[in-house]
């Protein structure tokens, strides 16, 4: 290592995070296609990513060069800023300009400015036009904000659309036989679930993998260096949810639901566990409870790996079980019933009574548990005041039900409220975000009627919501306001400490874009920004659950029969239907 | 118990002592080494290791003790599954408890980067005091047992226990009295554990 680097690293926050070296780390194999695996966030985030994981190891499989870089902390970037020294792979140390292929994983819109960023402190220049004809690596984007690619179209070559597990690795054969940039570029966008913005197509299919079970998955995980957010084994039971939230982007996107078998999710759990030496293994779907095999499954793990330590998490109200709970240490109850009332329930396709949440809350409070969070959704399309004072009705429901017994502990609730965002690809589409006026009246609503003992109440910054929505929801001007804004000193937005409003605001400003132009409701003859990806799920559907939500009516999920999203041919619980 | 003495080099040298930790506790989880773990409602793993050495210095004298009834090659095994940078160097089996951290009298340093002095001078001193970075000052003169230089390496030999003084800490006091700028610290040995022959 070279004196300059140390010194940056000895005056910087946990340098462990950029020295590499990690157990279980890919060797990087010289002479072929390059790929730099990016997750536009910090190490200790960016390592408890699950997708990427999945595409490097497609990637390795296919005999590809593989590296990792993740986004340096704010304190070591301005010191490789600072000394000139270009942002480099995580092992190999190799500047990201070498690669081939950079690709960042975007699983959230508020990581937009720190794909610049890195670009940036890789002196790779930040716009598609300024890199063309110079020998620039492919800046490529995946994950699932990519269903929306047009506010990133100015600064990425290739979008990966869909599951990535198969199109990866093609796209990675495609680069070593073309002769040149452009016969690349251009026989990828005919690949299904790729678009590149310079051979724009009329429509853009995502990527599907059929079979889950078959489908590539890491046999071991880089053990990170210094603890991660999620330091554990993550094995994917399924990929979807049959639910059917409407206000849930993921729930759309992942569709069809894929379920992996208990022996193939056993075989992948054993293998991470040996070879990671963790001790706790987290079984990951949206809706994990809803997983057809739950029990034999966990069965098969504890026979398996009785010293490890299972995690459940997104599992349902109605699916909560005081069998598996008993095992965690967890003193916490989550609950997501998103709105307060059964009608606006209805509205959202969010198929959870009061009694189900009573029921399992009784079941967990004779467990020992004595404290409960309970995360729900304000601005929702039709809320009213009543909704809201909804929210204060069940924390004191709750309550009540607790102290019906005498218990050794006080209960303690926490209720966090967010706003909500419309996002591409939902019913809710076409809704307006609630504006700062709204969302103040129904803060105030909320405080107020949940002052309430033992009851702590946290919301999430407006302007972050804002923004969000704007992004999500962004067309190409938005990639103006982007670029001004990381001109302007934005980055890490989703991290309070460093997210500058001002920044934003004065690149809205400068490029002459009102927030409202994507925040506003669309009317549904529009064509949205977003709609040439097709995801499968047709519009129609989409439209059709729209008018349901304003006639308070629910349709249920996938398990009460086929609700005809459009993807039946496809669907595994479509065929067997 | 089994007591080894390991590397802590190659970036490894940037693990904080926690991380460090369970890192050891991971190797030996991957290569098989069952370790006894404590009764407590978290159960530990006996795990000791000597005390925490500064991140960014790094050591080819690092110890450690583990409660295990392994029988195998401990070096090979463990060093098949350790982090870059973490290398068991040798083991020995020994019997009751060890606490390495409880018995190192005191460890020796290259640093790197000083520009040449005469260390007879800082050794004929009755009192160093170095003001630390959060203001408070101290005599750290008694922590120096030996001041060296040796090539263009300045070696020091310091006491630990409550005196302990780090090693970064006197070589950037020494920078600023004679010149030049620390560019690498290393530890070469520790004293206390020779009756292990480590």
Redesign the interface.
């Known amino acids: ?1 070279n ?1 300059l680097l ?1 010194k940056c ?2 005056e910087s926050e ?3 995070r ?6 279980n780390a890919p060797v990087f194999r010289e002479g072929v296609f390059s790929f730099c695996m990016c997750f536009p966030e910090v190490y200790e985030v960016g390592m408890s990513n699950l997708g990427t994981k999945i595409v490097a190891k497609s990637m390795e499989d296919a005999g590809f060069g593989v590296d990792w870089c993740f986004a340096p902390w704010p304190d070591f970037g301005e010191k490789l800023k600072e000394n000139g020294i270009p942002l480099a792979s995580l092992h190999a140390k190799k500047p990201l300009s070498s690669f081939d292929m950079v690709a960042f994983s975007l699983g959230f819109e508020l990581s937009y400015t720190n794909v610049l960023y890195m670009l940036d402190l890789a002196h790779i220049p930040l716009l598609r036009r300024e890199r063309e004809g110079k020998g620039y690596p492919v800046i490529a984007c995946g994950g699932p904000c990519c269903v929306n690619p047009a506010p990133l179209c100015d600064f990425v070559d290739l979008f990966f659309i869909g599951d990535g597990e198969e199109v990866d690795a093609e796209v990675g054969r495609l680069y070593e036989e073309s002769p040149d940039r452009e016969t690349f570029l251009q026989k990828a966008a005919e690949i299904r679930g790729v678009f590149v913005p310079k051979y724009p197509k009329e429509r853009v299919r995502s990527a599907l993998v059929e079979d889950l079970d078959k489908a590539i998955y890491p046999e071991s995980f880089m ?1 990170p ?3 991660a957010v999620h330091d554990r084994a993550v094995i994917e039971v399924m990929r979807g949810c049959y639910r059917g939230c409407r206000f849930c982007q993921a729930g759309f996107l992942y569709r069809p639901v894929r379920a992996r078998s208990v022996e193939t999710l056993t075989k992948q759990a054993k293998s991470i566990i ?6 706790e293994l987290s079984m990951n779907s949206l809706s994990t409870g809803d997983y057809p095999h739950l029990r034999e499954l966990i069965r098969s793990l504890k026979r398996e790996l009785p010293d490890v330590d299972l995690a459940l998490p997104s599992l349902r109200v109605d699916s909560f079980d005081a069998e598996f709970a008993q095992d965690s ?1 967890k003193s916490s109850l989550t609950f997501a019933p998103e709105a307060g009332t059964q009608r606006l329930r209805d509205v959202i396709n969010k198929d959870v009574t009061l009694e189900e949440i009573l029921h399992a809350a009784s079941s967990a409070f004779d467990l020992g548990y004595s404290s409960v969070k309970l995360y729900f959704m304000f601005g929702l399309p039709t809320e009213t005041d009543e909704d809201l004072l909804g929210i204060a009705d069940i924390a004191t429901k709750i309550s009540e039900l607790y102290y019906t017994k005498k218990r050794k502990k006080s209960l303690r609730i926490s209720i966090s409220a967010s706003t909500f965002i419309p996002k591409p690809f939902t019913p809710f589409q076409w809704e307006r975000q609630a504006s700062e006026e709204e969302v103040k009246h129904k803060l105030s609503v909320l405080k107020s009627s949940l002052r309430m003992r033992g009851v702590t109440l946290s919301w999430n910054d407006f302007f972050t919501s804002r923004l969000e929505a704007c992004l999500a929801r962004g067309d190409e001007r938005m990639g103006e306001v982007i670029a001004e804004a990381y001109r302007q000193g934005a980055r890490f937005d989703s991290w309070m400490e460093h997210f500058q409003p001002s920044a934003w605001q004065r690149a809205f400003a400068a490029c002459g874009v009102d927030p409202e132009r994507y925040t506003r409701e669309w009317s549904e003859e529009e064509r949205l920004p977003w709609e040439f990806v097709d995801i499968g799920v047709s519009r129609e559907f989409f439209l059709r659950e729209k008018h349901r939500a304003y006639e308070n009516r629910s349709t249920g999920g996938c398990l009460q029969g086929c609700k005809g999203c459009g993807l039946q041919e496809v669907c595994p619980k479509g065929k067997e239907l | 118990m089994i007591v080894f003495r390991y590397t802590k080099k190659d970036g490894g040298e940037f693990l904080s002592h926690l991380d460090l930790l369970r890192h050891i506790d991971r190797t030996m989880k991957r290569a098989g080494i069952e370790v006894k773990r404590s009764e407590a409602v978290n159960k530990h793993p006996k795990i000791y290791l000597s005390a925490p050495l500064g991140v960014g210095i790094s050591s080819e004298a690092e110890y450690c003790s583990v409660d295990t009834d392994f029988e195998g090659d401990f070096k090979e095994a463990f060093n098949a599954h350790a982090p870059r940078g973490i290398r068991c160097v040798s083991y020995r089996h020994t019997e009751g408890k060890v606490n390495v951290a409880y018995e190192i009298t005191a460890n020796a340093f290259l640093v790197e980067g000083i520009a040449p002095f005469d260390p007879e001078e800082i050794l004929r001193e009755e009192t160093l005091v170095l003001t630390d970075k959060r203001g408070r000052t101290k005599d750290v003169r008694p922590s120096i047992l030996e001041l060296e230089r040796r090539g263009e390496s300045t070696y020091m030999k310091l006491k630990t226990g409550e005196a302990t003084l780090r090693p970064d800490v006197l070589g950037e006091y020494l920078a600023g009295r004679y010149g030049g700028e620390v560019s690498s610290v290393l530890k070469i040995q520790s004293y206390g554990l020779e009756k292990y022959g480590l």
């Open positions: 290592m004196a140390r690293l000895m946990k340098p462990s950029y020295v590499g070296g990690e157990v053990v260096n210094c603890e040996e070879s990671t030496g963790y001790d240490r």
